[in-house]
Each structure stands twice: as C-alpha cells, then as structure tokens.
C-alpha cells in the first residue's frame, strides 16, 4: 500500500465514520417523531399482501410509470441506487488497492456486465429528470410549475450526487482498464473500456478516484443527516415502509381513495354514543394527534409536486396546494417535535401536560412552533391557512398521483372533522346545508313527502319495498335524483330503461334519506353516522333474509354508490352497489336494451371523482355510450379516466361558494367545449349541476348540452320517449 492508497483510506475511514454516526442519529430522530402520532393497528395486518403490494409499486414502479418518461427514467436511477450502492462499496476496496474488489461477485462477468448497464442506464436516466427539473422549475416563463413550492436546492443537489456518483464508478473503472487491473471482458464492459483507453496508465488513478466516490456519497449522506426533513432525499428509504404500511394493500389504486378512514381515537373507531369529548379525539387540532401513518406521510413527501399538478384547486388558483399543506405539516411536525419529545403537549381539554422542568431546556423556536394553531390565518401564525383546508374537493386526484401513496384526502378530513364538531368552524353557506341534513334528511331541506314526486307521469308503476314480494335491485334515488329538476331526468330514465329491459326493482320512497356523503366529507361525523345509521337499519330490513349477493343496490349517485359500497359496512350494512352505468352496460351487453337510434353531434364523456378516481369505474359509461353513438366515437377531453378535472362539486362543496380564483366547474366546461362535441355525458347528479352552471355561464346552453349517460341510451333506445321527457321536463337554471 502506497502513501496515497494510506491517505485516501484514512480520508474515506474518517468521513463515512462522521456519516455513519450523523445517519443513525437522524434516524433515530425521524423514528421518535414518527411515533409521536396516534396508534394505526389497522395498518399492521395483511402483512403478506403488504409485501406484495410493496414489492410490486416499487421493482414494478407502477405508480411512477403513470408519468411514462419520468417514471422509466425514474425506475432506472432506482435500480442504479440500489444495485449501484454495491460499487460504493466496492470502492471502500479500491481506495486501499487498485487492483480491490467486492469479494467473491466482484470477478464475476455477469456482474460487470448487469453494473455497466444499469450504470449507463442510471446515467442516462439522472440526466433526463435533471433536464425536467429545469424545464419546470418554478421560476420559468408562463404557468405554474409542479415544483412549484419544492425546495429547490435539495433537488439539484440530489440530482448532482447520483451524476457524480455514476460518472466516478465509470472513472474507477477506466483507470483500472488504463493500468490493466481490470478483468471484465470487452464485450460485458463496452463504455468502462472506451473510457479506460482514453485515459493515462495511472496507478494511483483507482484510489483516488475510489476516494473521491467515497467523500462525494458521504457528503450526500452527511447533508440528508442534518436536514431530516429533506424529502426528496429521504424518501428513497421511507417509501417502502410508506408503501408497505398504505390503508389498503390490496387496492389497485391510490389506497386512500374510495372509503374516508374512519374517526378514531387512540386508534379505536370513535362510537358517539359514548365518546367523550374531554377523553376522546375528535378529528386533528394538534399535529401529534395524526396518526403515526400520518406523520410517516409527511416525512416520505418527496417534493415532486405531481399532486399538486393535478390538483383542481391549485390549478384554478386556489391556495391548496396538496404538497404544499403536506410539506407544512412536516416542516410543523419537525419544528414541534423537541417540545414533544420533552414531554409536552396538550390534552384534550388543553392543558399542558408537561411540567415547568420538562420544559426548561427545550428550545424557543420549538415552543414558539408548538404555540401555532394547526389551522389559521398567517395573522394568527396557523399551520394551515382555512383557505386552504376548504378549497379541497376531495377529488382524489393528489392520492392517485402520488408516487409513495401518501394519503392527502385523509388528512385534510381528519382536520376538518375538528374544525367543524369542537370549533363549529367551517363556511357558513355550509350550515343551512347541514341543518338540512339534520332535520329534513336531504341537504336541499325539501319535504320528505315530495321524495317519489319524479314517479308522477311515467307510464309505468315504480313498485316500493314491501309493497313486492321480491325485487332483484334496490334503486337507491338519492336526494339529488329526488329533488333537483336535472338529477330527476336521469332517475326517470334509469327507471324507465330498467322497466324497457325487464329488470325486477324498488325503491324506499319516503324511507330513503340521505346516504351522509356531504356531512362527512365536510367532516361532520356526527351527522354522516346519525343518517348512514338510520339508513342501514332501513336497508337492513329491505333485504332481511338475503345473502349479501343477493342485496342488490343500484345507485345514480357516485356519491351514494361510493358511500353505501365502501362505507356502510363500517356500520354493520353490507351490500353489493352498483352504479347505474354499470347496470346499464351489462343490459346493453346481454341484449336486454337495444339501440336503435345513434345519437349525433359528438358526445365527450366527463368522468366524475367518485365513480372514476375513486372507484375505478372507466369502462361502463363508456360502453353505455359508444353503443348510443353506432359507429361514432367518444370524443375524449385531454384530462379523463383516473385523470380526469373534478366539477368542483366533491367534499361538500357543492353547498360552499368558490370565492378564490378561477370557477372550477368553469375550467372543466372550457376543457368540454374545447372538443367540439355537442353533447357533454356525465354520470353523477353533482357533475351535471355543475357542467351545466358552467355551461350557461358560458353563454352555450342553446350549443352544448350537459345530460347523463342513462339519458344518452334512452334516446337511443327510445328516442320519441326521450324526446317527450325533453319537452316536458323542465331545465333548472
């Protein structure tokens, strides 16, 4: 060993010792913090589909490769991580011997071929996203970025680390090649080679450029030590445990979409017959109170920012950015947890639970950060701006296009949930619609007697339960389908295109009340459970003696389909929803509904949130319509399927005005319009009230119409009927 290679070993010893140490303590330290939060028992069970799921998100990349480009790109500087990380270690031989390799792999052909590959893959790769870096950083001419609020420096830095880190291991390589200590054949080893004779017969080359991979991958190690919140660094170790732990392992999609987690407290479902507001946690008012899934969430955040650019509140300028309000949570988090972690914090009736001499050593800036409010104006130094916890529609669209599944719908509800049950404190338009709820059992507040009043004039009888001997499917009307003019067109037609095929159905009638999807979205708890109670008591009864196959509800509403489907069992009622599309596909498909009339014009299909996103229902409105349309086809909007633009109407706020920005409903019709069809086809009550505002808004009523899927088929299968309910029905405006 010459006096280099000491040098160089010295120097390599000394930094990744200070790396090594630094790193243990900031994990240590992310550890406590994430433990901070809440018990979450739920997410240690199916540890085998957990696995699956894991192994299969990450190796498989599903989630990133959405993003085609940047997810293979992606993938390979993944794997070269990874993969590579074992020449990070090779080098710590190399710096000590120029002729130093990994023991018993380290000769192997098939590893110096698999290494080149991927290294010049991975350098390729790391190249690609440090040129859509720049391409979308915040600062550039016209349009938001997605990075947007990312901090930028990490970014760069990261980026920078992984080049070097690849272009050094070929280096190390080339000097081996120029001093002929390297071992790998041509043809396995092509770039290492072209490289190596390109550079000098230097001896000491190896160690040195041993040492350099050495210092560079440790400097990278020391920085992500004293910045544990450095996401975008971080994540590459968090996101599998982020994975593994996500809500529903066995979901195809986002696993926080579908069914809101329920409320709990200490990690048991709150049961409001007997929780105690002075014992039990009602929502999220302190950051501690998220569960420690919560807090892991925060810590994996990798800044990428594809949340926020699908986001409709962010892009019709509204203040929620879903990585922005993740990104304060962490930072909060963070800031909070010396106080925390010396014992302080506030009980539930907000009383410091830590003593004077807990508290004596803790810094200042960590007591000033545990004296914000989680929610609240930057005048009252709030965490997170009202504004911005209201502008969420609960669209789903930041889970489905978060790479490490965090769960942003969750988390926004949780702290809505305290807002509205202790502090009554959520827009004001929103209480009549509650008070609706709480005494009409419809958030439009009209008389239960007029729920069957959209019967009135069909040619047909509409059977109720108990008033049949048997039914095969329970129509769920929802309220929208009872009440509003546009909604009850579609009801019409659902009904009458089930009594054209001869499907054996009933409905509730005046037993029927709310299903509780704007209550709990809006994060009244209370209110959701007092109806979806009473609701499955009703449904219950209605299939008493059946098996759950064979309780059968057909719903109008992705709201009502996605809440009696995914959230009713949590409740003790179990049934098998579909939605009316869906139905209507199948009897299209079995020869129980003809087309016979192809509807003109072009038709362009807007996949609502909760029947889409949500539920992963794509295919059926589309079959509905592509046999109504013969031999014409769907003219998509560039933003559909699982990403498709919400309506603005979701997470209750189609009972809130839109004060801040750009109308959401209005972006959508524009996007609609933009296709040229003549005919905008929804499948969700919420969408048609909204497309059809934005519509008018827009000066095209007489232009472009805004109707359902169901009404589309009708006028096909019966289009002199369709007509006459066209005349008669009446638009409401």
């Given at each position: 060993?010459?006096?280099?290679?000491?040098?160089?070993?010295?120097?390599?010893?000394?930094?990744?010792?200070?790396?090594?140490?630094?790193a243990?303590?900031?994990?240590?330290?992310?550890v406590?913090?994430?433990?901070?939060?809440?018990?979450?028992?739920?997410?240690?069970?199916?540890?085998?589909?957990?696995?699956?799921?894991?192994?299969?998100?990450?190796?498989?990349?599903?989630?990133?490769?959405?993003?085609?480009?940047?997810g293979?790109?992606?993938?390979?500087?993944m794997?070269?991580?990874?993969?590579?990380?074992?020449?990070?270690l090779?080098?710590?031989?190399?710096?000590?011997?120029?002729?130093?390799?990994?023991?018993?792999?380290?000769?192997?052909?098939?590893?110096g071929?698999?290494?080149?590959?991927?290294?010049?893959?991975?350098?390729?790769?790391?190249?690609?996203?440090?040129?859509?870096?720049?391409r979308?950083?915040?600062?550039?001419?016209?349009g938001?970025?997605?990075?947007?609020?990312?901090?930028?420096?990490?970014?760069?830095?990261?980026?920078?680390?992984?080049?070097?880190?690849?272009?050094?291991?070929?280096?190390?390589?080339?000097?081996?090649?120029?001093?002929?200590?390297?071992?790998y054949?041509?043809?396995?080893?092509?770039?290492?080679?072209?490289?190596?004779?390109?550079?000098?017969?230097?001896?000491s080359?190896?160690?040195?450029?041993?040492?350099?991979?050495i210092?560079?991958?440790?400097?990278?190690?020391?920085v992500?030590?004293?910045?544990?919140?450095?996401?975008?660094?971080?994540?590459?170790?968090?996101?599998?445990?982020?994975?593994?732990?996500?809500?529903?392992?066995a979901?195809?999609?986002?696993?926080?979409?579908?069914?809101?987690?329920?409320?709990?407290?200490?990690?048991?479902?709150?049961?409001?017959?007997?929780?105690?507001?002075?014992?039990?946690?009602?929502?999220?008012?302190?950051?501690?109170?998220?569960?420690?899934?919560?807090?892991?969430?925060?810590?994996?955040?990798?800044?990428?920012?594809?949340?926020?650019?699908?986001?409709?509140?962010?892009?019709?300028?509204?203040?929620?950015?879903?990585?922005?309000?993740?990104?304060?949570?962490?930072?909060?988090?963070?800031?909070?947890?010396?106080?925390?972690?010396?014992?302080?914090g506030?009980?539930?009736?907000?009383?410091?639970?830590?003593?004077?001499?807990?508290?004596?050593?803790?810094?200042?800036?960590?007591?000033?950060?545990?004296?914000?409010?989680?929610i609240?104006t930057?005048?009252?130094?709030?965490?997170?701006?009202?504004?911005?916890?209201?502008?969420?529609?609960t669209?789903?669209?930041?889970?489905?296009?978060?790479?490490?599944?965090?769960?942003?719908?969750?988390?926004?509800?949780?702290?809505?949930?305290y807002?509205?049950?202790?502090?009554?404190?959520?827009?004001?338009?929103?209480?009549?619609?509650l008070?609706?709820?709480?005494?009409?059992?419809?958030?439009?507040?009209a008389?239960?007697?007029?729920r069957?009043?959209?019967?009135?004039?069909?040619?047909?009888?509409?059977?109720?339960?108990?008033?049949?001997?048997?039914?095969?499917?329970?129509?769920?009307?929802?309220?929208?389908?009872?009440?509003?003019?546009?909604?009850?067109?579609?009801?019409?037609?659902?009904?009458?295109?089930l009594?054209?095929?001869?499907?054996?159905?009933?409905?509730?009638?005046?037993?029927?009340?709310?299903?509780?999807?704007?209550?709990?979205?809006?994060?009244?708890?209370?209110?959701?459970?007092?109806?979806?109670?009473?609701?499955?008591?009703?449904?219950?009864?209605?299939?008493?003696?059946?098996?759950?196959?064979?309780?059968?509800?057909?719903?109008?509403?992705?709201?009502?389909?996605?809440?009696?489907g995914?959230?009713?069992?949590?409740?003790?009622?179990?049934f098998?929803?579909?939605?009316?599309?869906?139905?209507?596909?199948?009897?299209?498909?079995?020869?129980?509904?003809?087309?016979?009339?192809?509807?003109?014009?072009?038709?362009?299909?807007?996949?609502?949130?909760?029947?889409?996103?949500?539920?992963?229902?794509?295919?059926?409105?589309?079959?509905?319509?592509?046999?109504a349309?013969?031999?014409?086809?769907?003219?998509?909007?560039?933003?559909?399927?699982?990403?498709?633009?919400?309506?603005?109407?979701?997470?209750?706020?189609?009972?809130m005005?839109?004060?801040?920005?750009?109308?959401?409903?209005?972006?959508?019709?524009?996007?609609?319009?933009?296709?040229?069809?003549?005919?905008?086809?929804?499948?969700?009550?919420?969408?048609?009230?909204?497309?059809?505002?934005?519509?008018?808004?827009?000066?095209?009523?007489?232009?472009?119409e805004?109707?359902?899927?169901?009404?589309?088929?009708?006028?096909?299968?019966?289009?002199?009927q369709?007509?006459?309910?066209?005349?008669?029905?009446?638009?409401?405006?």
């Amino acid at each position: 060993m010459g006096s280099v290679q000491i040098v160089a070993t010295v120097l390599a010893a000394a930094i990744t010792a200070v790396a090594v140490g630094l790193a243990v303590r900031a994990v240590l330290k992310m550890v406590a913090v994430i433990r901070l939060g809440q018990p979450a028992p739920e997410r240690l069970a199916d540890k085998g589909a957990r696995t699956r799921t894991m192994l299969v998100e990450t190796a498989g990349h599903t989630r990133m490769l959405k993003w085609s480009v940047v997810g293979a790109a992606h993938w390979f500087v993944m794997v070269g991580f990874i993969v590579l990380s074992l020449l990070v270690l090779e080098a710590y031989f190399e710096v000590v011997s120029s002729t130093g390799e990994l023991p018993i792999i380290g000769h192997w052909t098939v590893f110096g071929l698999a290494t080149e590959i991927i290294g010049v893959l991975g350098l390729l790769g790391i190249l690609v996203l440090m040129a859509i870096r720049l391409r979308n950083r915040p600062n550039r001419p016209g349009g938001r970025s997605r990075f947007t609020g990312s901090t930028m420096w990490q970014g760069y830095f990261v980026e920078w680390v992984v080049l070097l880190v690849l272009i050094f291991g070929f280096v190390i390589r080339g000097f081996k090649v120029s001093t002929d200590h390297f071992e790998y054949p041509v043809w396995a080893t092509p770039f290492s080679h072209a490289l190596g004779n390109a550079l000098p017969a230097w001896e000491s080359g190896v160690s040195v450029a041993a040492l350099i991979k050495i210092v560079i991958s440790m400097t990278w190690l020391i920085v992500i030590s004293l910045n544990v919140t450095m996401g975008v660094a971080w994540h590459r170790f968090l996101a599998f445990f982020n994975i593994f732990f996500k809500r529903e392992p066995a979901k195809a999609a986002g696993s926080g979409l579908g069914a809101l987690r329920p409320m709990t407290s200490n990690g048991k479902p709150l049961d409001f017959e007997e929780a105690d507001p002075e014992k039990d946690q009602f929502g999220v008012a302190q950051v501690e109170q998220f569960t420690w899934k919560g807090l892991l969430d925060f810590s994996t955040c990798t800044e990428c920012g594809r949340c926020q650019s699908q986001c409709p509140a962010w892009n019709t300028g509204k203040p929620l950015s879903p990585k922005l309000l993740v990104l304060s949570l962490r930072d909060h988090a963070y800031a909070k947890a010396p106080y925390l972690l010396a014992g302080g914090g506030k009980d539930l009736t907000g009383e410091e639970k830590a003593t004077a001499a807990q508290l004596a050593h803790v810094d200042v800036l960590a007591l000033a950060e545990a004296d914000k409010p989680l929610i609240g104006t930057a005048e009252s130094g709030g965490v997170i701006d009202p504004d911005v916890l209201w502008s969420c529609t609960t669209c789903g669209a930041c889970v489905e296009q978060c790479p490490v599944d965090i769960e942003h719908v969750d988390h926004i509800v949780d702290m809505r949930r305290y807002q509205v049950l202790i502090e009554s404190n959520f827009p004001s338009e929103a209480g009549v619609m509650l008070r609706n709820l709480e005494n009409k059992g419809n958030p439009w507040g009209a008389p239960q007697s007029t729920r069957e009043d959209w019967t009135k004039g069909l040619d047909f009888e509409v059977p109720r339960v108990g008033e049949v001997d048997d039914f095969e499917y329970l129509f769920w009307v929802g309220c929208a389908g009872a009440f509003e003019d546009r909604a009850k067109k579609t009801t019409r037609a659902v009904a009458t295109l089930l009594n054209e095929a001869g499907v054996s159905f009933a409905i509730l009638g005046e037993g029927e009340t709310c299903s509780g999807d704007p209550a709990r979205r809006i994060g009244n708890e209370f209110v959701f459970q007092m109806l979806a109670q009473q609701n499955v008591e009703t449904l219950n009864e209605a299939f008493e003696g059946r098996e759950k196959s064979k309780r059968k509800i057909v719903a109008t509403c992705p709201h009502c389909f996605n809440t009696l489907g995914n959230e009713y069992d949590q409740l003790g009622g179990e049934f098998e929803v579909v939605h009316h599309t869906q139905l209507l596909a199948h009897l299209v498909a079995t020869g129980r509904l003809t087309p016979v009339q192809p509807v003109d014009g072009g038709v362009t299909y807007h996949d609502p949130c909760y029947l889409g996103r949500h539920n992963r229902v794509f295919a059926a409105p589309r079959e509905v319509l592509g046999s109504a349309l013969g031999e014409a086809e769907i003219t998509e909007m560039p933003r559909n399927s699982e990403r498709s633009f919400c309506c603005g109407a979701g997470g209750a706020r189609m009972w809130m005005e839109e004060k801040i920005g750009k109308r959401i409903n209005v972006e959508r019709v524009e996007e609609a319009m933009a296709t040229g069809a003549k005919t905008v086809a929804v499948g969700c009550p919420f969408c048609s009230t909204m497309l059809s505002d934005g519509v008018n808004g827009k000066g095209a009523g007489e232009q472009v119409e805004v109707i359902d899927v169901a009404s589309v088929l009708l006028r096909s299968v019966k289009p002199e009927q369709a007509q006459g309910d066209k005349e008669a029905e009446p638009v409401a405006g």
